[in-house]
């Protein structure tokens, strides 16, 4: 059929108009950016066939110089929403180097009117007779009908159904949205862009114009509106340490309410609904777990709310109810395991209120105070795919709010609880390899330090795929991945072919794959039953064996050289420290005591080699065999968790110096001198492990956060 301007298309569970610019998936609306809409039609549109990136550019960025990264974003935004790659649906093929291939067979159709209904077989006389007829006796159901219902039923308004728009669609990181009181603005934290410096801004919800309040450089982060409107409290993080702030809601000076000692990052704000306190997470010693405090607006007083066990990792985003009486929060019993819990404002015991022991982030409450919203990837089986869920505040079952769709954080709802919003994340992580061009004498590269631009891409999906490993001989790669829907341990080639699924725990979060020093098992952590423990797989796949089962946070496991031990890190002795445990099983014996997170041997075995916090700078050694610890690296390098490693002339490790161009370099344990090895081309992913080299020297392999990028959601008419 000819190409029309009203065209339609249906594929899979899928209906696409371009008249209306409509996308839905069995009668429900899929909400895409304009532009992400324009790509999908032009695919569709020439289904079966490879389209070129050019051509592709041309179609949807007629008038623009784009870069190719913003092609490949969008893609990956089509994809995620609608479900690509997940429960064996295959909609989109990439064309390494070329372009994309929409491969899902399309049904093309149009707006046509359809032709009348003629009733062929009667005169044109009985035609109308019949016409007659059949009116009046539609007239007279009708009425009758009419009535039943007026003395049945009474009537109630129609209620619109639930529709989600994009609030914002800025280059780079949209995120955080808080609702003002009357539900017309948000305010929210945008990177400008350029991924470089979160500010709070404001915008209407019918405006287009955007007010920013902060210009610090630090990142400014988890705004929230005062219930009168007045002011927006928000969260700084500075070298000197974090704090809770104040600013006017039109602009003007800032007011620093507090510090912090849990930084920034992860504090979500709460008002009390008269605006006289804050809730937040904090701590009030070093050794203990972050909780919640409530913290005066006027005067700083602080009162702590909650006290989580030793041997949790945080109770964070609280969200004190509407009518103040009761606080929400999530309990994490390790860095990807937490669930929902409730405590009174006034004081006492929190009471636990979800027990799916998988990651569940922001909440927040009805206007009546008697249901929650929150994200989670419950059902998901762990993972980055977060979606909205609802919960009785007395208990029961969630039920999933599924017009929200999925790779949601940052969740907001409005006073009236007719609006929502949130963030929606794009983020791709994959697996690179360069050749190490003088591996056996880094120190003798000169500045500037090579590009990464050589490198290729080795073990790609369009989810997660991180924490690399080579196998001892240098044939295959360990690494964890959730392109199955859930974290698990996958196995491929050097070459990044034939990629293996080793684990099926379908939930929690696993990874940190390491070889054993004969390459006949991987060792990892999982998250599969709450707690977090270390585990043993064979590298050819099977029932994996459970190593650990203290309730404390197990994590970050290694080999020792000679394959009888295996260290790891755990806060069973109160804080987190290395441990070792017999590879057969048996009794774990603590090593550090002056702190411990991620750990190596030296190739020869005689030194371990350690970091003390998960994302703190420094790496420290100590003699196997007993002995003090020696502190090994500058403490501004090596900043980034587990993206380090030893060579027998000393360590690869990858610097938080330039988040957006990490450098990698050398630490040469001859010279003590540190030597540019290359800058990479994109930002590393903190929160999972990936740097490894190859054990002939030959090759560097790491993970790479490739797409990033996110916007924010509106939903008109939730309910």
């Not at 610019?21 to 066939?49: M, N, W, Y």
């Not at 709010?401 to 009236?416: D, K, M, P, Y």
């Not at 696993?510 to 590298?539: C, K, L, M, Q």
Request: charged share 20%.
């Amino acid at each position: 059929m000819s190409k029309q301007t009203n065209e339609i298309y249906d594929f899979g569970p899928f209906h696409l108009d371009r008249q209306e610019h409509l996308l839905q998936r069995a009668g429900a609306i899929i909400s895409l950016t304009p532009k992400a809409f324009d790509l999908l039609l032009a695919l569709v549109e020439r289904h079966g066939r490879l389209v070129e990136k050019e051509e592709l550019f041309q179609v949807v960025w007629p008038d623009a110089i784009v870069e190719e990264s913003n092609l490949s974003s969008n893609i990956a935004l089509i994809r995620k929403a609608l479900g690509d790659g997940e429960n064996g649906l295959k909609l989109i093929e990439t064309v390494p180097k070329r372009g994309y291939r929409f491969v899902a067979e399309v049904r093309e159709g149009s707006h046509a009117d359809p032709a009348p209904l003629v009733m062929a077989s009667a005169p044109p006389a009985r035609r109308w007779v019949w016409s007659v007829v059949f009116l009046a006796a539609g007239v007279i159901v009708g009425v009758a009908g009419w009535a039943i219902w007026r003395i049945a039923f009474r009537p109630s308004p129609t209620l619109a159904p639930p529709r989600v728009v994009p609030f914002t669609s800025f280059p780079g990181n949209e995120m955080q949205p808080s609702f003002s009181p009357d539900g017309n603005q948000i305010a929210f934290v945008w990177d400008g862009g350029k991924e470089d410096n979160p500010d709070i801004y404001v915008k209407q919800l019918d405006n287009e114009s955007l007010l920013r309040l902060t210009t610090n450089p630090a990142a400014d982060l988890w705004p929230c509106w005062s219930p009168d409107g007045r002011y927006i409290a928000f969260t700084r993080e500075l070298k000197e340490g974090a704090g809770l702030y104040l600013i006017p809601s039109l602009g003007g000076a800032e007011r620093r309410i507090s510090q912090l000692s849990s930084g920034a990052g992860l504090n979500q704000i709460s008002w009390s609904p008269d605006g006289d306190w804050l809730a937040i997470q904090d701590k009030s010693s070093p050794e203990e777990p972050p909780g919640i405090f409530l913290v005066a607006r006027e005067t700083g007083e602080r009162r702590k709310l909650t006290s989580p066990p030793a041997v949790a990792h945080a109770d964070r985003f609280p969200a004190i109810s509407p009518d103040g009486k009761t606080v929400a929060f999530v309990r994490f019993i390790s860095s990807g395991v937490g669930d929902l819990y409730l405590a009174p404002t006034a004081g006492g015991e929190a009471r636990r209120l979800t027990f799916d022991n998988t990651s569940t982030a922001t909440a927040v409450w009805t206007p009546d105070s008697r249901e929650i919203l929150f994200l989670s990837n419950r059902m998901r089986g762990g993972g980055s795919t977060y979606s909205l869920w609802r919960v009785p505040a007395t208990g029961g079952t969630p039920v999933e709010v599924e017009a929200a769709g999925r790779n949601l954080t940052s969740l907001a709802a409005s006073r009236q609880g007719q609006r929502l919003a949130w963030t929606q994340t794009i983020n791709d992580d994959n697996i690179w390899r360069m050749e190490l061009a003088d591996a056996a004498s880094p120190k003798g590269r000169k500045e500037p330090p090579p590009s990464a631009k050589s490198a290729k891409l080795l073990i790609f999906s369009t989810r997660l795929d991180a924490s690399p490993d080579f196998s001892p001989d240098g044939k295959r790669v360990a690494f964890a991945s959730d392109r199955s829907g859930s974290p698990e341990i996958w196995v491929a080639d050097s070459t990044g072919e034939h990629p293996v699924q080793l684990t099926a725990f379908n939930r929690g979060v696993t990874g940190s794959p390491r070889w054993s020093p004969n390459g006949r098992e991987i060792v990892f952590d999982g998250r599969a039953t709450g707690s977090t423990d270390i585990y043993v797989i064979s590298a050819e796949g099977g029932q994996p064996r459970r190593l650990t089962t203290d309730p404390a946070e197990d994590a970050v496991p290694s080999w020792s050289r000679d394959g009888n031990w295996i260290y790891f890190s755990s806060k069973r002795s109160g804080s987190a420290q290395i441990w070792r445990i017999p590879a057969a099983g048996g009794q774990a014996i603590q090593v550090t005591s002056q702190g411990g997170v991620d750990s190596m041997e030296s190739p020869d075995g005689k030194f371990l080699y350690y970091t003390k916090a998960r994302y703190a700078p420094g790496i420290w050694s100590k003699p196997v065999a007993g002995g003090e610890e020696t502190f090994v690296l500058d403490h501004h390098r090596a900043g980034y968790w587990r993206y380090w490693a030893v060579v027998e002339r000393g360590i690869y490790f990858a610097t938080a110096e330039q988040p957006e161009r990490p450098l990698i370099e050398f630490f040469d344990f001859a010279t003590g001198q540190v030597t540019p090895v290359a800058v990479l081309e994109r930002g590393i992913e903190r929160a999972m492990s990936g740097l490894a080299v190859s054990p002939d020297g030959r090759w560097l392999i790491w993970s790479q956060l490739d797409q990033v990028g996110s916007d924010i959601m509106l939903m008109e008419n939730s309910r």
